[in-house]
């Protein structure tokens, strides 16, 4: 029950209520604060973001200028106008501009949809949806690629057993497994070569052909964090090579990357051209596989592959 003190005179329609006076539980939004901020934290981890905490709060304070500066543009866009009063301090936001680096790092190395984050983080999609459009817009002017990783999480509950236990998931490395010279006919040097100068004529088309489908500009948070492509660009133009050699049939390089044979199918369809543009000059395999685990059984995996350079679309 809320303490009411009536009015010495009208107490009939006069009266002050004060707060509580027993309340056991903390407040529900000093709980949110405390998992949001345990959650970013844990999300800063090393092996999310490609980088050590020092360097994503250097990246952070050297972004933190050119935030400001967007903010001001948007708040100007809302107004419209130029501020009539000072700005007012109105508390802590739910995202720093440092929580917002962060999320786009890790959003843009693929770790995770926006889905995910906004369950981990126990917020709703668009902040998030803003904070990634808004900072990969800044990152792209300063020209800083950020490189999508294997890791794959598609639930808050998996990405943390992974940052409990550092248990790696599953998901193989095709480009170590796959980018054997056996198989492409190149070096291993001479592959991450071939991607690295695909990456951005990759980033255009695909940029291209979202467009086309949208009819327009994407808007903020509009992807609702959902990945549509089911490997990186560097995993499809390896698979496109491989069955442009005729290493196995189509349908065995679906089985290999393990995707759809329409996955496999468009791929083709958006690297071959640009393959050729390039000046590939397709050499055929001396080894013709007839199945997936035929082929996996016929050479030795590989770890020690060059860092391949991805830009994300």
């Not at 309340?23 to 050590?52: F, K, Q, W, Y």
């Amino acid at each position: 029950m809320l303490p009411i003190v009536p009015h010495t005179e009208r107490g009939a329609w006069n009266y002050t209520i004060g707060p509580a006076d027993d309340n056991p539980h903390p407040p529900v939004c000093d709980d949110r604060a405390r998992i949001r901020s345990e959650s970013l934290h844990a999300l800063a981890d090393p092996r999310l973001t490609g980088m050590s905490r020092e360097e994503l709060n250097e990246l952070a304070a050297s972004l933190a200028s050119d935030q400001a500066a967007l903010a001001e543009q948007r708040n100007f866009e809302i107004r419209g106008g130029p501020r009539r009063q000072a700005k007012a301090n109105h508390g802590r936001p739910l995202l720093t501009d440092a929580d917002k680096v962060l999320i786009a790092i890790v959003y843009l190395r693929q770790i995770c949809s926006q889905r995910v984050l906004s369950e981990m983080l126990e917020i709703s999609q668009p902040p998030i949806g803003q904070a990634v459009t808004e900072t990969g817009k800044l990152l792209a002017a300063r020209k800083l690629k950020i490189d999508p990783t294997v890791l794959r999480f598609t639930s808050a509950g998996a990405l943390r057993d992974f940052l409990d236990s550092n248990i790696v998931p599953t998901r193989p490395n095709r480009l170590a497994q796959l980018g054997d010279p056996a198989l492409t006919g190149m070096s291993r040097a001479e592959l991450a070569a071939l991607i690295e100068r695909l990456s951005l004529r990759q980033a255009a088309e695909a940029e291209q052909r979202k467009h086309r489908q949208r009819g327009g500009d994407r808007q903020a948070g509009a992807r609702g964090g959902i990945f549509q492509e089911k490997i990186t660009d560097a995993e499809r133009v390896l698979a496109v090579i491989l069955g442009m050699r005729k290493v196995c049939t189509w349908e065995v390089v679906a089985e290999l990357f393990q995707v759809s044979r329409r996955t496999i199918g468009n791929a083709k369809i958006w690297v071959r051209p640009l393959l050729e543009q390039t000046g590939y000059a397709v050499t055929r395999s001396a080894t013709r596989y007839s199945s997936a685990d035929a082929l996996l059984n016929g050479i030795t995996p590989h770890h020690d592959i060059p860092r391949v350079t991805e830009s994300t679309p």
